[in-house]
């Protein structure tokens, strides 16, 4: 099952390459970057998957989909009580 959902990723990701005119290497960075981001925030339990769009009128449309099992906690300076 894994290897089939790995080969429709891969071909969804060569037809928006090819229609979107994005280069695998961009497609590549920008996957690692959002892995690397959200897993700061969440623990992922699947890679993220973009899905890279552009309307006739030029503009991108960008989906962002991840899978996690839950949400990472921690403190910011926003959380520490003021007096």
């Known amino acids: 099952m894994k290897r089939a959902r790995d080969i ?3 071909m969804r990701e060569m037809l928006t390459q090819d229609k ?3 280069k695998e290497g961009f497609s590549v ?3 690692g970057d959002l892995n690397r981001l959200l897993g700061d925030y969440f623990e992922l339990t699947a890679p993220t ?3 890279i769009t552009q309307s ?3 503009a991108y449309l960008v989906k962002i989909c991840a899978e996690a099992c839950r949400i990472k906690q921690f403190d910011t300076t ?3 009580k003021r007096y």
């Open 8 to 10: 429709a990723r891969r």
């Open 20 to 22: 979107v005119g994005i």
């Open 29 to 31: 960075a920008l996957t």
């Open 49 to 51: 998957d973009v899905d």
């Open 56 to 58: 006739e009128d030029g």
């Open 78 to 80: 926003l959380d520490v």
